[in-house]
């Protein structure tokens, strides 16, 4: 008893104040050195061979130390651990603005009925698409690029164990997007992570297990958010100034348990409904989607400011749409980038150390993947059966790898 307390009161001595909880992840990556281990999931470009288990030797997952993957962050107790105690009691949390969490309706949509939506006094997302929060002491959101005719490229629910062919596309073309990492698929698939560091993308915190955070507690929206950051930092080396809540859905309370963790909410002002492909939408809705979306790069629809677009690496589907339309994107918008870069953020994570050249200035420090192979193309089989298998999957590697075994087979015969 005696011990555990004073473990407690340390803990709560190293976090004085929440902006420093990062300090206390003792990563053992170093985010400006990271090499990609030569292993079948990094070499191939088949879908079930990526996507087979493998431990990565620069990061254990321990489950005790962890919140279970895919479930809220808080399930089996982490709320109860000295860190997570001691980052919680650091808030204070009487200056959070009041704002009760929201209900999901049975339908399985949240409930918005009673919600004044004309003044929207809470500035939630959801409701009316606010951007520009009403309370104070929260950071404002980024939703857009300022420049004229840019592109913002940002890639969320990743790191998707089915990459290569993706990433190296982004590569060649030289191009760096935001990725929003789920916590869960940090800890699943770690070298997919390391990789996107590697490649010099734009990393930011989408999550442990993707829920509507307005309707989740302060413990839990705080949870979902901290146990991202620490995941991310633990397997990158490098912790998000940046996070982006699912289905956009953040009103001005989660915005500030955000701001407690030195984290700015990034929404977006172009969504291609690239997720919805093939599945609740029809794949050429979603095409059309992205030819307006390029068309508006040179018919003057951003001569005077940019945009942020929502796309995904969820999937095959939604990684081959985006190699097959990112040339013609290039071609139609003076800039395509990821927005730490927009915004001209040369310092996108807590690691002031870790730089991104300022906007207009290409980075000198472009780094080689040592993935060997040659294929070019993401098969855009399986979307169907693969977007609800990601989406779905539970905690289990092994049941993740059988469900998109599946739905490959599914795909052959269908
Ligand atoms: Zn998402």
Redesign the pocket.
């Known amino acids: 008893m005696l011990a555990k307390s004073i473990a407690v009161s340390l803990a709560l001595a190293q976090f004085a104040s929440a902006a420093e909880y990062w300090e206390s992840f003792k990563s053992q990556v170093n985010p400006k050195n990271i090499s990609i281990p030569s292993i079948p999931q990094t070499t191939s470009y088949d879908e079930v061979t990526q996507c087979t288990y493998y431990e990565a030797s620069n990061f254990q997952f321990v489950e005790s130390e962890w919140p279970t993957p895919w479930e809220t962050a808080t399930s089996n107790g982490m709320n109860k651990s000295a860190e997570f105690k001691a980052l919680y009691n650091s808030i204070n949390w009487g200056n959070m603005p009041n704002i009760s969490a929201r209900t999901m309706g049975a339908d399985g949509a949240i409930d918005m009925s009673g919600y004044d939506e004309s003044n929207d006094p809470d500035c939630w997302w959801s409701a009316t698409t606010c951007t520009v929060p009403k309370h104070k002491d929260v950071n404002p959101d980024i939703y857009t690029c300022p420049e004229p005719e840019t592109w913002g490229l940002t890639y ?2 990743g790191p998707n164990c089915s990459h290569n062919a993706f990433y190296d596309f982004l590569e060649e073309q030289k191009l760096k997007a935001t990725m ?1 990492y ?1 916590g869960s698929n940090v800890v699943d698939w770690p070298v997919g992570a390391q990789r996107g560091v590697k490649d010099g993308h734009h990393i930011a915190d ?1 999550t442990w297990s ?1 829920q509507m955070m307005t309707t989740l507690s302060n413990e839990e929206v705080l949870a979902e958010l901290y146990y991202t950051q620490k995941a991310i930092k633990m397997v990158t080396g490098v912790t998000p100034r940046h996070w ?1 809540p ?2 956009g859905d953040v009103d001005d309370r989660v915005r500030w348990i955000a701001t407690q963790l030195n984290l700015t909410t990034v929404l977006w002002n172009l969504d291609t409904d690239d997720w919805a492909a093939g599945a609740s939408e029809p794949v050429s809705q979603v095409q059309g989607n992205y030819e307006d979306f390029i068309k508006m790069g040179s018919n003057g629809t951003f001569a005077t400011s940019g945009n942020i677009v929502l796309t ?1 690496e969820i999937d095959n589907m939604t990684m081959q749409m985006a190699i097959d339309y990112l040339p013609q994107i290039k071609k139609n918008y003076k800039n395509v980038l990821d927005v730490a870069t927009c915004m001209n953020i040369t310092t996108p994570y807590m690691e002031n150390s870790v730089k991104f050249a300022p906007f207009g200035k290409t980075s000198t420090t472009s780094s080689v993947v040592t993935a060997a192979g040659s294929a070019t193309s993401a098969s855009a089989s399986s979307s169907d059966s693969a977007q609800t298998a990601n989406k779905e999957s539970s905690a289990s590697k092994v049941s993740a790898t059988s469900a998109l075994a599946l739905a490959l087979i599914v795909a052959i015969f269908a």
Do not use: K, P, Q, S
Request: net charge negative; charged share 30%; proline share 0%.
């Open positions: 969320d629910d929003f789920i989408h993707h982006r699912a289905f995904h």
